[in-house]
């Protein structure tokens, strides 16, 4: 794991983004696993400038997203499918078809989770998967808990994560209390991993995946075990370390 810390949110980005559009450059259809929520905001802006100047091109990529909350269609402005559409997606010349966020209003969610999978298999896996992290430790939705679960799959979210995103909605009651994510299994078989983590709310579940031993208490902490992690930190979520 190779940790890189900067000055600010925007300089770590940019930095960030550079993963991106160098393995873009090498690989043009690449397939990128991505990430919503507040942190990686900077970074698709600089990809999206990068596109607009022409030095990118995202017309052969594929996507497929973390997450998605259960019960929301694409439409809600708080999905997360809504998000990449507005963060990214409709500021770069990526086919719509390319891009793929799991369902949240599958009629089988179990199927849904399961082609989930197979799909990104068929890809040919992930090159580079893009990663924040809850106060929590969780990447995507694995929520803390007793085991790291390894295919996509639905689960209950913990108070402290429906608290933490509530700022996305109305209020508290609006956010859902399910969600369908990649497991760990997929993000742990990503060729590459890029992890952004910003503000001191962060920094004691950043030393716990620094510094700590893989638990499933801190799902973050299993990262560790992985052959190419580069992290990018400012220096409030590094304060810990
Ligand atoms: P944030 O969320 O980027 O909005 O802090 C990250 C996460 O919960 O994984």
Redesign the pocket.
Known sequence: MQVYVYSDPNTACKAAATIFASTLLEKPDAVFGL??????VPMYQELARMNREGLIDFSQCRTWNLDEYVGLTGDHPASFRYFMDDNLFHHINIPYENTHVPSGVAADMKKEAADYDKAIIEAGGIDVQL?????NG????NEPGAEFVWETHTLKLTEN?RM??SRFFEKLDDVPTEAITMGIGNIMQAKRIVF????K??AEAVRGMVCGSATPSNQSSILRMHRNVQVFLDKEAASLL
């Open positions: 990430a919503t929520g507040s942190t990686p990663l924040g992290i809850g106060n969780h990447i995507g939705f994560t933490a995103n952004l983590a910003f503000g709310a962060k």
